[in-house]
């Protein structure tokens, strides 16, 4: 079954609560011409919005794979991709600000693993086998999440996720009028959607 939209000027980052967000990605068995445009793409989405990390389940893809570059700058630092990503080892603790691209406006104290092992595949196939620390490891955590259908919103403590409230209520009643619209469709047809994508590269 051949994928509708391939586009990669198509993808765009969905924000939340779109369900795609709350979805658990799927294993890649295949990378091809059109999956690496697509990828090439996140890249640009992800420099143009000021990202240092973005998840393929950000841009409506049910996929497991994550690109990021900690410095956040084009032309600098290093531009990992990150397929089928697994992390073991966690050790130590630090807790630090995050925000994201999926929830504009939304900032708040999470604690991570202050190391980590990471075990992916790189867009060639080489696997990745290495251990990271601070702020790449917390890029890591924050993307793997992701593809577990887990957002930052979901570690922080309650109190502070109440500070935030407002700015969630915000993006629900901005989202929900979208679908009103017809501007976006309803939950269960964008979730229905992704199998197409699912049959294609899992
Ligand atoms: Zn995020």
Redesign the pocket.
């Known amino acids: 079954m051949s994928v509708e939209i391939t586009d990669p000027a198509a993808l765009s980052i969905i924000t939340f609560p779109h369900p795609t967000l709350r979805y658990e990605a799927k294993p890649v068995r295949r990378v091809d011409a059109a999956l690496k445009k697509l990828i090439a793409r996140m890249f640009e989405l992800m420099y143009e919005h000021r990202g240092v990390?973005l998840?393929a389940t950000?841009v409506d893809l049910p996929l497991r794979l994550f690109i990021m570059n900690a410095s956040g700058q084009q032309g600098e630092g290093e531009e990992l991709v990150m397929i089928n990503p697994v992390i073991t080892k966690p050790r130590g603790n630090e807790e630090a600000e995050e925000g994201?691209?999926?929830?504009p406006n939304v900032h708040g104290n999470v604690v991570r693993a202050k190391t980590i092992h990471i075990h992916a595949y790189d867009l060639s196939g080489n696997e990745i086998d290495q251990e990271l620390s601070g702020f790449e490891a917390r890029i890591v955590q924050?993307?793997t999440d992701?593809l577990n259908g887990t957002?930052?919103i979901d570690r922080m403590k309650e109190g502070a996720v109440n500070e935030v409230a407002g700015e969630l209520d915000a993006l629900v009643t901005d989202f929900r009028s979208r679908q009103r619209t017809g501007a976006l469709p309803e939950d269960s047809l964008l979730i229905q959607r992704l199998g197409q994508w699912e049959s294609s590269y899992c």
């Open positions: 990390g998840a950000q994201c691209l999926s929830l924050h993307e992701h957002l930052f």
